[in-house]
C-alpha cells in the first residue's frame, strides 16, 4: 500500500504562487505515474497534471499550461506542482495520486480511473 500527503496549500491572492507537495510512504514510488487533480465546490474531480515513472515524460490540463510545473524527486518519494500565475478559477481541493501500472502505459495517465492511491487533498483558494 502507498500512503500520500499533500502539504502546501493555502490562501493566495490572485497572480500569487504556491508549491504543492506530496509525500509518499509505504513503498517506493520510483515506478509510478504521479498525477495532481483538483475538485471545486459542486463540480466533478478533474485532471491537472501528471508525470511518468520516469519524469521524462509530463502532460498538463489545457487550462494550467504555462502557469503549473509538475516534478518529481524519487529520492525523496515525492512529487510536487509548482502552481505560478494563479487565478481565482484554480480554487480547489487538490489531490496526488498514483498509478502503480504507469511503466505498462504509452502515456502519462490523465483519468482518474487510472490512479490507485490518493492522499487527502489540499486546499488551495486564491482571491482577487
Known amino acids: 500500500q502507498v500512503q500520500l500527503v499533500e502539504s502546501g496549500g493555502g490562501l493566495v491572492q490572485a497572480g500569487g504562487s504556491l508549491r504543492l507537495s506530496c509525500a509518499a510512504s509505504?513503498?517506493?514510488?520510483?515506478?509510478?505515474?504521479l498525477g495532481w487533480f483538483r475538485q471545486a465546490p459542486g463540480k466533478e474531480r478533474e485532471f491537472v497534471a501528471a508525470i511518468s515513472w520516469s519524469g521524462g515524460s509530463t502532460d498538463y490540463a489545457d487550462s494550467v499550461k504555462g502557469r503549473f510545473t509538475i516534478s518529481r524527486d524519487n529520492a525523496k518519494n515525492a512529487v510536487y506542482l509548482q502552481m505560478n500565475s494563479l487565478k481565482p478559477e484554480d480554487t480547489a481541493v487538490y489531490y496526488c495520486?498514483?498509478?502503480?501500472?504507469?511503466?505498462?502505459?504509452?502515456?502519462?495517465?490523465?483519468?482518474?480511473?487510472?490512479?490507485?492511491?490518493w492522499g487527502q487533498g489540499t486546499q488551495v483558494t486564491v482571491f482577487s
Open positions: 509505504g513503498r517506493t514510488i520510483s515506478s509510478y505515474g
Open positions: 495520486a498514483a498509478d502503480w501500472r504507469a511503466t505498462t502505459r504509452l502515456r502519462v495517465g490523465i483519468h482518474l480511473y487510472e490512479y490507485d492511491y
